[in-house]
């Protein structure tokens, strides 16, 4: 019948519209894989990297700071007027105008004042030697450390004027700005950026590490309770001696004093015996601080500890004491970053006993000044030294030598994050790393600003410091190790096994859409009889 459909007709239409079915099929499901799974599966598994301020570390690095210091010059009433206005010259050449060493990784200037207002600032004072008065030289200087006054005495106002001021210009270097200890401490961290080494073992040995609080922690071991009744009145001395000492320095940390008290507990079993009691040796040192350690208590807080103890021996073992290596002996050992352990031999007494706390805060000071990276003073230089106080030419130069020090450390740490990251590819940074390197910098600008304007030098110090603890905690922030013991061939290992089986089904579809469309253009080519 003429109305009927030819069932091989019918048959092609339906294979043909199956192969459609399965060609459209394909083609979704090569869409969804390349289009949906491929992006996702490469957002899900890239390492996240925060960008870190690479360009400023390397402008950091190529910039030599700068370290301006305000003189105060005056001469005495009698001194001539016009060796005074020669002298002023020659100075203002040879401190503030002429360049300083050119090699060096800091540049350091000078500006002279003669305003009587500026009060604060270290004095420079000229005067002339009584006649007949005993001195070699071209002259002789004493620094005033409490008043900061640097005086020159001349034997002779009509002696060589040039080389007068060179040699004053090199006492001043030398022993007001302490420059070289300066450059070199700078110059030997900065050019060991490299390293991905933290950088506690390149700063003063003797010296803390940078922290922005300290528990100054007094201990009492008392090793026979029985024998020894001790009243140990400690914190009334704190509040008395230590405390307006630790103010001076609130520029460069936050300081809280702490006490306590040990009991039944012996240091070392290697005594040596002498004609005159006991010792320990410098060696035995570390093996009597290691059972001190565990019994002080660092979980106090976070902050750094500066431990100062007190050590009451037993009886059968005083008088005890301690020796150096050239046989000197003392009541007190000093160990490096970490604190000091002093004896005190009591005689045995049921009475109760008085600790002269006043005198061991005392004797401490020199140590809590030591490890805070004050430098010892020559009393034959310097007058006004006391040990048991700080002047204002010690905190300048310790707030001098701190903020140097910071600005090194913190640059170079950051400078040792970003080669790190850029050989370790899927190391992960994460924002707040990447936000504590850029205030790590913004700090260390600031303090370079106040160094270079000889504004504040504890401004100077206490951005220094923020600095480097930034710059140091972004360089230990533990999610930078997430993917760094993570090997490449690990990752073969795991994507392989998932991504062979998908890729089948993958290829088969790719074959039966390519397929389709080789037997779609043989249909389109015109046939030849």
Not at 367 to 378: A, S, Y
Request: glycine share 4%; charged share 20%; proline share 5%.
């Amino acid at each position: 019948m003429a109305g009927d459909k030819d069932p091989a007709e019918d048959k092609g239409g339906y294979f043909e519209h199956e192969r459609l079915t399965t060609v459209y099929s394909s083609v979704f499901f090569l869409a969804c894989s390349l289009l949906l799974g491929l992006p996702l599966w490469w957002h899900t598994t890239t390492v996240y990297r925060a960008d870190l301020p690479s360009q400023r570390v390397a402008e950091l690095l190529a910039t030599k700071p700068e370290i301006l210091t305000r003189l105060k010059l005056r001469f005495e009433e009698n001194f001539p007027q016009d060796v005074a206005d020669q002298l002023s010259f020659l100075l203002e050449y040879e401190l503030a105008i002429k360049a300083s060493n050119p090699d060096w990784a800091l540049v350091f200037r000078y500006e002279l004042v003669r305003d009587d207002d500026e009060s604060d600032l270290n004095q420079l004072f000229f005067k002339v030697s009584p006649p007949n008065s005993p001195q070699s030289g071209l002259f002789e200087a004493e620094i005033d450390a409490p008043r900061r006054k640097t005086t020159i005495t001349l034997s002779d106002v009509n002696t060589d004027l040039e080389k007068l001021v060179g040699e004053v210009s090199n006492f001043i270097k030398q022993n007001l700005v302490l420059e070289k200890d300066l450059n070199d401490q700078f110059s030997s961290i900065v050019s060991r950026s490299q390293s991905f080494a933290s950088d506690d073992k390149k700063r003063n040995s003797d010296a803390l590490r940078a922290d922005s609080s300290y528990d100054v922690l007094f201990t009492l071991i008392n090793s026979e309770p029985a024998n020894y009744k001790v009243q140990w009145q400690i914190q009334s001395s704190i509040r008395r001696i230590l405390l307006p000492l630790l103010a001076k320095f609130s520029a460069l940390a936050k300081f809280k004093p702490i006490s306590q008290i040990i009991y039944q507990m012996r240091l070392g079993s290697d005594l040596m015996k002498t004609a005159d009691g006991y010792v320990f040796e410098d060696k035995d040192i570390p093996h009597l601080i290691n059972p001190i350690e565990r019994k002080i208590g660092f979980t106090l807080s976070n902050s750094s500890v500066i431990n100062l103890v007190t050590y009451l021996p037993p009886s059968e073992e005083t008088p005890l004491s301690f020796i150096d290596a050239n046989g000197r002996k003392s009541s007190m050992a000093f160990y490096s970053s970490w604190g000091a352990l002093k004896v005190e031999n009591l005689k045995s007494s049921p009475l109760a006993q008085v600790l002269e706390a006043d005198n061991q805060i005392k004797s401490f000071i020199p140590v809590i000044k030591t490890l805070l990276g004050i430098r010892p003073l020559e009393e034959s230089m310097y007058s006004g030294i006391s040990p048991v106080d700080v002047s204002p030419l010690e905190l300048d130069m310790l707030y001098r030598q701190r903020s140097v020090l910071y600005i090194a450390q913190a640059v170079s740490t950051v400078n040792s994050l970003i080669t790190l990251t850029d050989q370790i590819r899927n190391m992960v940074i994460k924002d707040e790393i990447g936000q504590l390197a850029e205030q790590s910098l913004n700090l260390v600008q600031t303090s370079i600003d106040c160094l270079s304007s000889g504004s504040s030098l504890e401004d100077a110090v206490s951005s220094a410091s923020l600095a480097s603890l930034y710059a140091e905690k972004a360089f230990s922030d533990p999610t930078i190790l997430a993917m760094l013991y993570f090997p490449e061939d690990q990752k073969y290992a795991i994507y392989v096994p998932m991504f062979v089986p998908m890729s089948l089904p993958l290829l088969s579809s790719l074959g039966t859409v390519m397929g389709y469309l080789k037997s779609r253009r043989n249909q389109a080519k015109p046939h030849t009889d």
